[in-house]
């Protein structure tokens, strides 16, 4: 599982730089120590390392915990967390609130090809990527060649349309 207390976190609070070696023995690098070490170190170096030091265990902090987070088993996934599908909460009402919710989930699933037929390429492959494979905005923009604007309008645009789409359905 992951740490509590990571390496950029204690770095990050820390005025001297972290220094945490294989056996988890830490050792901290303070200014004074820094300056004492050589007469050739200067305060700006100080603050290039301390920088390039957190960016470091930012990008490994971040690494570890998209590692655990792949890694960590369903059963370990508690329950408590877990809310009841919709399904759950209308089915567990009555039997006609049940059934009507039933028939109209069939119909909206039925829908979605229409609906996505009402973007245009662009907004349909934005929005299957963003909303469908989780992408970001701003990784849609690279892979696109275009703007992080331009994506978020593109989305927004398709949102408009799907809401119109689904509200002229709602009134049949």
């Given amino acids: 599982m992951y740490k509590t207390t990571s390496d950029w976190t204690r770095n990050k609070k820390s005025a001297a730089i972290i220094y945490a070696d294989a056996t988890g023995n830490i050792t901290e690098i303070t200014l004074a120590r820094f300056l004492a070490d050589s007469p050739e170190n200067t305060i700006?170096?100080?603050?290039?390392?301390?920088?390039?030091?957190?960016?470091?265990?930012?990008?490994?902090?971040?690494?570890?915990?998209?590692?655990?987070?792949?890694?960590?088993?369903?059963?370990?996934?508690?329950?408590?967390?877990?809310?009841?599908?919709?399904?759950?909460?209308?089915?567990?009402?009555?039997?006609?609130?049940?059934?009507?919710?039933?028939?109209?989930?069939?119909?909206?699933?039925?829908?979605?090809p229409h609906v996505l037929d009402k973007l245009t390429p662009v907004q349909r492959k934005r929005y299957l990527l963003h909303f469908g494979d989780g992408l970001t905005t701003?990784?849609?923009?690279?892979?696109?060649?275009?703007?992080?604007?331009a994506v978020i309008d593109s989305l927004a645009a398709a949102q408009k349309k799907i809401e119109k789409f689904l509200s002229k359905e709602a009134q049949l």
Wanted: proline content about 2%; some cysteine.
């Fill in 44 to 112: 700006e170096q100080f603050q290039r390392l301390k920088a390039l030091s957190d960016m470091l265990f930012h990008a490994e902090d971040k690494s570890e915990r998209e590692q655990a987070d792949l890694e960590t088993p369903l059963e370990y996934v508690s329950a408590e967390y877990a809310a009841p599908s919709a399904e759950d909460v209308v089915c567990n009402a009555d039997e006609e609130t049940c059934q009507a919710y039933i028939k109209r989930k069939t119909k909206m699933a039925a829908l979605v």
């Fill in 138 to 149: 701003r990784r849609i923009a690279e892979i696109d060649g275009v703007s992080h604007v």
